[in-house]
């Protein structure tokens, strides 16, 4: 069992930027890629960013180019760098990690809101 920990969500203007961190915990060697989702009120939820073990990344067109996902492997940590936010970005986010040994199980974090407001 793998345990997701998000954090760093809150308010933010336009234009602004946020960090969010989610710590893993538990079984991390059967984790190697984890990512973001995010689902906003009334839509389903949509990938963000995925990074690897290695440092391989993959982002939503909609975030290129602003958002940047990172990991410590060191601290089983990964972050996602949040700039130039838009009220549309508005969701709760998502901390996720597949199980490389069973295809069927994800890892979800508890989710963290994030709300671009003026």
């Known amino acids: 069992q793998v345990q997701l920990v998000e954090s760093g969500g809150g308010l933010v203007q336009p234009g602004g930027s946020l960090r969010l961190s989610c710590a893993a915990s538990?079984?991390?060697?059967?984790?190697?890629?984890m990512g973001w989702y995010r689902q906003a009120p009334g839509k389903q939820r949509e990938l963000v960013a995925t990074i690897t073990s290695g440092g391989n990344t993959n982002y939503a067109d909609s975030v290129k180019g602003r958002f940047t996902i990172s990991r410590d492997n060191v601290k089983n940590t990964v972050y996602l760098q949040m700039n130039s936010l838009k009220p549309e970005d508005t969701a709760v986010y998502y901390c996720?990690?597949?199980?490389?040994?069973?295809?069927?199980?994800?890892?979800w974090g508890q989710g963290t809101q994030v709300t671009v407001s003026s």
């Open positions: 996720n990690a597949p199980n490389i040994y069973a295809t069927t199980i994800n890892y």
């Open positions: 538990g079984s991390i060697f059967s984790i190697n890629r």
